[in-house]
């Protein structure tokens, strides 16, 4: 598991990140996505800012920037290694990744959008939420997907 997540981590630290906008595409999808579940919500953004780079918010805060640690795909890595170090026919391994990957990513913006919101509404608590609070769920939750599918592994031999 670890040389398969190291080897995966090697390929996008040394040759996705720097040779691919793969970052670039993620944050820009996670911050149309955010801006429009916020949108929905009845929230007014701020304004873009050629300043800031992957910046959004709620009118009359800071909001928040999304770099490239936050844009899930270290998760995603993190997910897949899992998947494949463990017996199972390719097409499940597949459709596991697959699911796991997009709840993954529903996750992440659900958490950028409750730190939006937690700017507006709880400012002191951002590093807090952002720190410990967000990274213990996100990681549980891939936890607990691993473990699902290791459970229907065990009961079909997928």
């Not at 793969?22 to 050629?50: C, G, M, R």
């Not at 270290?74 to 597949?94: A, P, Q, R, T, V």
């Not at 409750?114 to 590093?127: F, G, Q, R």
Request: hydrophobic share 50%; proline share 3%.
């Amino acid at each position: 598991m670890l040389g398969l997540y190291l080897l995966l981590q090697g390929l996008y630290d040394y040759f996705l990140s720097p040779k691919t906008s793969i970052d670039t595409i993620l944050i820009e999808l996670l911050i149309s996505q955010s801006e429009n579940v916020l949108t929905a919500l009845n929230y007014n953004l701020l304004e873009p800012n050629p300043i800031y780079v992957n910046h959004l918010g709620i009118s009359g805060t800071s909001g928040v920037i999304i770099g490239n640690p936050c844009d899930g795909l270290s998760l995603f890595i993190l997910y897949i290694s899992f998947i494949l170090i463990f017996k199972g026919k390719w097409w499940f391994k597949i459709i596991a990744i697959g699911i796991g990957v997009s709840l993954i990513h529903i996750l992440n913006l659900i958490r950028i959008i409750s730190l939006a919101l937690i700017v507006k509404y709880y400012p002191n608590w951002l590093d807090f939420h952002h720190s410990y609070t967000f990274t213990l769920i996100i990681y549980a939750c891939i936890f607990i997907l691993w473990l699902l599918r290791v459970k229907i592994y065990q009961k079909k031999e997928w």
